[in-house]
């Protein structure tokens, strides 16, 4: 029902940059907040950053607080993820993610594929 096409991974060197796109439909993505996770091999799921539904309203974790810069464009219904300053602590498979409320319960029930970045030293 919820579908979500995810690109932009890929390998970069420490201090590098990438930015990562995910597409949905005009009734999802006018209808949720949208939000990014990763997760490291051996580690859970983390939460990255959200945005809500207006575009107005943004969240990160700690860990990416002043590197990384999510955004909303209505017209293609898609969200982004600028990554600036990657370290190889970032280095996971990238989710993006889509639900009501997710900006404020950090959850999704709603997932893309996943894409890998891995930031070399």
């Known amino acids: 029902q919820v579908q979500l096409v995810e690109s932009g991974g890929g390998l970069v060197q420490a201090g590098g940059s990438l930015r990562l796109s995910c597409a949905t439909s005009e009734r999802t993505f006018s209808s949720n907040d949208m939000g990014w996770f990763r997760q490291a091999p051996g580690k859970e799921r983390e939460f990255v950053s959200a945005?809500?539904?207006?575009?107005?309203?943004?969240r990160y974790a700690d860990s990416v607080m002043g590197r990384f810069t999510i955004s909303r464009d209505n017209a293609k219904n898609t969200v982004y993820l600028q990554m600036n300053s990657l370290k190889p602590d970032d280095t996971a498979v990238y989710y993006c993610?889509?639900?009501?409320?997710?900006?404020?319960?950090?959850?999704?029930?709603?997932w893309s594929q996943g894409t890998q970045v891995t930031v070399s030293y």
């Open positions: 945005i809500s539904q207006s575009g107005l309203g943004t």
């Open positions: 993610a889509s639900d009501h409320n997710l900006i404020v319960t950090m959850s999704s029930r709603y």
